[in-house]
């Protein structure tokens, strides 16, 4: 049997999708129901029920469920090993977040990367609001907002909050129009700025599904919008509009998996992330008082 094969009959079962699974995996679907082919034929049965919206395990699936996750979790076992036993190049520690975390992150960066060089890593910072694989080890740290993902064998560790606001050009006011979010974007914030618009009869301008997107179109005067606190209230030429829409804050996430939690480089930057998130925690909640101009 193909250790690959079994690999991803275990994503499949964690993601409940062929598509979750071949995103999650850097694979195609052709691939992924390829291996699964190739394991039923090895075993004998069927692994999967396959439904319109999703798949289940059948009861050969679930008796091969256990073993099979005692296999990932050994040849996870094996490649920290030889990681740490390793030592003539620099180990990556991947970190998975949004736009928003990435920016925030970033203003911060020379002290995360030096905790990673300190012990033997090198950062890298992968933004997407997709949960890269721990298994697959697309990454080794995520933080995630608003909610838990529920996905894989990862450890979770709440480390602080983000709020947002509208920000509107400072020389310009609040009476232009509002720039909103597509509508692809999770709740509830598009809806949110929408109803703001309608409550205060301003004409939605455009709509953009980015942070730094909307940073870029409210510098230029084009109109408001929701802006991350840490970021409107460091800028002198926006002015925030109104009081924090408490019920917008999002709550941020650690999240990796145990087996990589040992590695000290991997250790040292999420410790790090958890210090900046407590360390920043007022101007991030969107204290005012907090943040400190540029100079």
Known sequence: MDWDDIRV?????EARSLTLAARHTGL???????????????VGGSLFERYPNRIELTPLGKDLMEPALGMKSAALSLRRRAEVSTRARPQTVRVSTTMSVSQFLCQHLTELSQLAVRHGGELHIEPTRELLNFAFRQADLAVRLRSIPEHGPAKVRRIGRISTAVYGRRDLGAQCGVIGLTHNRPPPQPEWLDRYAEARKLRVVARLGEFFQRYAAIKSGLGVSLLPCFLGDADQSLERLGEVPRELDEDAFLLFHPEMSDLPPVRAV????????????PVLCGDVQAVQPPA
């Open 9 to 13: 009959f275990v994503e499949v079962a």
């Open 28 to 42: 195609s679907q052709p691939t992924i129901s390829r291996r699964l082919k190739s394991m039923e034929d090895a």
């Open 270 to 281: 999420a410790d790090g992330i958890a210090a900046l998130f407590n360390r920043f925690a």
